[in-house]
């Protein structure tokens, strides 16, 4: 609907305008094309963004976009994908899209003599490339685009492939309860599980996850991390569920762990006793990933990297220090330091 209350106006005013003036030509010709060189900057912009996902292998499900002659109340559609494929496909399109648009508005100008279009973009380009989901991820700090984890699927969600021939191959069904149970803590019934524990307990559960080390399950944890557990911290030594995370390096799911982390709020800049943040224990425990991981999304600074910790070492010096400097170069690559 918004987007149908700036086409109409714009659609009206450009009809109102005389396609056989030539200085309103050439005012229509320099606006687009101004217009068009940003949008190019954006998806080159986005382009360089998105590589740094390509050799993501998170696996990820997609909402299939439903047709005009869907039954809007039908089970939404999920196609399994790793996280790079995923986002180098949107940004295909999204790149494809972009320059398709430039191609047809400028042959349809310089053929048929339409300026209509040329206003038309003038306007629309920036407003559909605001809404789009690569735009938002590159440009405007969104953590993600949309995606879920198989965690995250519901029992209503369906899983499908896409086959060459068009038709859909349904593969199953999400896991999780379609809703949430009713449990004192609202916020945590957007991302519960059927059972909550109490603080002590989740506190007992990421220690034992924390001893099993790299051959830890973590899908325990993971189900009962919401808003609030994520911010909760152990008796002792103030651990968070996201510092042991990026210390469990060999652990399958550390990756979501960490994500999901992050998505429900969890401080990638509190520091437990030893004053050791999240990223002093990706450098302690050689995790570089988690390192790559916290500054894509994390919203990591220049001046978080720079902390000391309680005996006044900072994420280098660890690194340096246990051997671990695939993590600092993994920090400099992603904060182009």
Known sequence: MAKLAVMLPVMLYARKLDSEDPQV???????????QVCMI?????????????????????????????????A???????????????????????????IAMTVGLH????????LCMQCVMAPFNAYENKIVKFA?????????KLESDLTKDDLIVEVLPDGTENVLGKGKKEGKAPAIEDKKDNKKGS??????????ELLLDTWDQASEADLSPLLKQLTVSSVKWTTSEQ?????????????APGFEDGIRKC?????????????????????????NATAAKVLCEIGDIKKEDVGRKDEEGKTVRTLAEEEKNMDVWFAIEKALAL
């Open 41 to 73: 900057i954006v998806v080159l912009i986005c382009m360089q963004k998105v590589s740094s996902k390509a050799g993501d292998s998170t696996v990820v499900y997609t909402e299939k976009a439903k047709g005009f002659m869907d039954d809007p109340k």
């Open 238 to 250: 103030k651990w968070t569920p996201l510092m042991v995370l990026c210390g469990l390096s060999g």
């Open 110 to 117: 310089y053929y048929k003599g339409m300026v209509m279009g």
């Open 75 to 101: 089970p939404k559609k999920y196609i399994k994908s790793t996280r790079g494929a995923c986002y180098g496909g949107k940004m295909t399109e999204f790149r494809n899209s972009t320059f398709m648009g």
């Open 194 to 203: 059927d059972k909550k524990l109490s603080k002590s307990a989740f506190e």
């Open 139 to 147: 440009l405007f700090g969104a953590g993600d685009m949309g995606e």
């Open 262 to 286: 992050v998505e429900l709020g969890g401080d990638v800049r509190a520091s437990d006793n030893d004053g050791w943040t999240p990223l002093h224990w990706t450098a302690f425990h050689g």
């Open 25 to 35: 030509v050439l005012y229509l010709r320099v606006a687009y094309g101004v217009v």
